[in-house]
């Protein structure tokens, strides 16, 4: 090999099989199907909540750290590495948590001129503000829970037909940020208020049932808010396995008629254009919605065993509907399973899944539903700072292609001169990642938590791979090949990684393929597979600078390609 890594597909440095390791279920050689989903199974036994485990113990190896920040982040450094192994786990959670919020998403939109008229009918610089805050946000964190949020409570800009959409969602964006750390309590009043979601699944300026015409309210916010953002379709224990009937059957948390009853909540509801003349400007997307009153379902509205009287007013029909779901038995191990999906693996353990429900049900203070106390219960239970349970063939998930990139991205500390980020949609799945940010296909996510690839060793042994949903040959073929473009190009138009201190090692192959296993790939990086690598790389000269930069392109290229980089453990 020499010079810069020619285009093409990685072929699996030695055979991994699913029935091994979760790693193995790479579909680098195998079509998957992205069609379909799937859900938890378990017993109708209703599950005790646990006592939370005991707080995890320092980091005691960089490995260790490392497969910390990799759950806990989309991407570290060398000096957060350190920073980790210099404390604690818990100490750098408090310290992420105390961090402020940089410039949020709507107000740099309006800094750096997209409210210009030109852009009304556009999204421009929705990708810009995106990618910006990803990749050079310095609370990680933060990031990382507003990427698993954005992808539980679904908005997409392909779904909303709007003048300054590009506004409507960086100011979604923003309550997500908002709330991240706060209670999930607020942050469905503040999601079900927002012009985006209003827009995105149809409720905005939705109308009362109308007698005469037999018209009734637009039902697709309700119906998702339950079955997606809250409780889901079948009644779970709170180890998040389903509650079956006489018959083995999961029991539904809800009906049709539990579904009317609450869009009649979801009436009257519109954009605050209060002293605005159309065309209205950019900020009308970042004000909570309003009531037109004579669109509003004043009627009694029934759902779930729950009763709003007649008369009561929209603001506080809204309240008592989504306290209802907010206090729901299901709505704990419903969103703790998909954090932990989101965060650590993609198939927890009945136990963890409980543990992290109790944190959600009890912060040990008697809160419900603080953000803090569930995602330092997912990152810090003994099930996810487990080696031993990092080891086991069920365990980890498949890292999804945007966070593969922005673990690169954010490792190598990738800067924007201009502050343009002009990376764009990377949504095509044959010549970029095939996701990109806030682009979902549908409320659906681009992958659903409960999907089972079908005819794999996963359906075999009941596993679900959520990622897998959009993995194909072409989605594994085109990651390889832009990665490669993106690496070999020395970033995405001005957006420019630092190798600084990948070329100071380049000449020794073994110290350079070190280095990037422990920062970028978190230590995942078998001892086989690097010395395939190393072999390869060591073809390669380094009598010059040049020579030394394609060592480094091609080592991070081979490494960003093997399975054992792109499945999490």
């Not at 009308?284 to 004043?298: A, F, S, W």
């Not at 009945?350 to 008697?366: D, M, P």
């Not at 490669?484 to 630092?498: E, F, L, S, W």
């Amino acid at each position: 090999m020499s010079g810069v890594v020619e285009e093409y597909v990685l072929e699996a440095p030695a055979p991994f099989s699913p029935a091994v390791s979760l790693l193995g279920a790479l579909a680098i050689t195998a079509e998957l199907s992205a069609c379909g989903g799937g859900g938890a199974t378990g017993s109708a036994a209703p599950s005790p909540l646990p006592q939370a485990p005991s707080p995890a113990p320092a980091p005691a190896t960089t490995a260790e750290a490392g497969r910390f920040l990799t759950q806990a982040t989309l991407g570290f450094t060398r000096a957060d590495l350190n920073s980790v192994m210099n404390g604690s786990y818990a100490s750098w959670i408090s310290a992420q948590f105390a961090l402020p919020r940089g410039q949020g998403h709507f107000d740099w939109l309006m800094a750096n001129g997209y409210s210009d008229a030109a852009h009304i009918n556009n999204e421009t610089g929705l990708n810009n503000t995106i990618w910006r805050k990803f990749i050079s946000s310095p609370d990680a964190l933060r990031q990382r829970v507003v990427l698993a949020l954005s992808e539980i409570c679904v908005v997409s800009v392909l779904g909303i037909d709007a003048g300054w959409r590009q506004f409507s969602v960086a100011n979604y964006l923003d309550i997500l940020e908002a709330n991240a750390f706060g209670n999930y309590r607020t942050l469905l009043q503040q999601i079900s208020l927002s012009p985006a979601m209003s827009y995105f699944l149809t409720y905005r300026n939705n109308a009362k049932a109308n007698p005469n015409t037999g018209s009734q309210p637009d039902e697709n916010y309700a119906r998702e808010l339950m079955q997606l953002f809250t409780i889901g379709l079948l009644k779970l224990n709170n180890d998040g396995t389903v509650q079956t009937n006489g018959s083995g059957a999961g029991i539904e948390t809800y009906t049709q008629d539990d579904v009317s009853g609450l869009a009649r909540v979801f009436t009257g509801w519109n954009l605050d254009t209060t002293g605005f003349t159309s065309p209205f400007p950019p900020e009308v997307q970042q004000r909570p919605l309003i009531q037109v009153g004579n669109r509003y379902e004043t009627g009694a509205k029934t759902f779930l065993g729950t009763t709003i009287p007649a008369g009561t007013s929209a603001i506080n029909s809204l309240t008592m509907a989504l306290d209802a779901l907010f206090n729901h038995s299901n709505l704990p191990p419903f969103i703790a399973r998909q954090l932990i999906q989101r965060l650590v693996t993609s198939n927890p353990s009945a136990a963890y899944v409980s543990r992290v429900t109790a944190a959600f049900i009890n912060n040990g203070s008697g809160v419900r539903g603080d953000m803090q106390a569930v995602i330092s219960a997912v990152l810090l239970d003994t099930e996810a700072r487990s080696a031993t349970a990092a080891a086991s063939p069920g365990f980890g998930k498949l890292r999804e292609p945007v966070v593969r990139f922005l673990n690169w991205a954010r490792s190598y500390q990738a800067t924007s001169a201009s502050n343009a980020w002009a990376i764009g949609d990377l949504s095509d799945a044959a010549t970029r990642l095939g996701q990109s940010p806030m682009r979902s296909g549908s409320v659906f996510n681009f992958f659903r938590p409960g999907y089972v690839p079908p005819d794999t060793a996963f359906s075999a042994q009941a596993m679900t791979g959520p990622e897998f949903q959009i993995t194909n040959e072409s989605s594994v073929a085109g990651y390889v090949n832009y990665m490669q473009r993106t690496i070999n190009g020395n970033g995405i138009g001005d957006v420019m990684p630092d190798y600084s201190s990948l070329t100071a090692l380049a000449a020794n192959s073994s110290s350079l393929l070190a280095e990037i296993n422990e920062v970028l790939a978190g230590s995942q990086i078998s001892a086989a597979t690097l010395a395939i690598i190393k072999t390869a790389i060591d073809t390669m000269p380094s009598a010059t600078s040049a020579n030394l930069l394609n060592r480094v392109k091609a080592a991070l290229v081979l490494v960003m390609a093997s399975p054992e980089f792109i499945a999490q453990k």
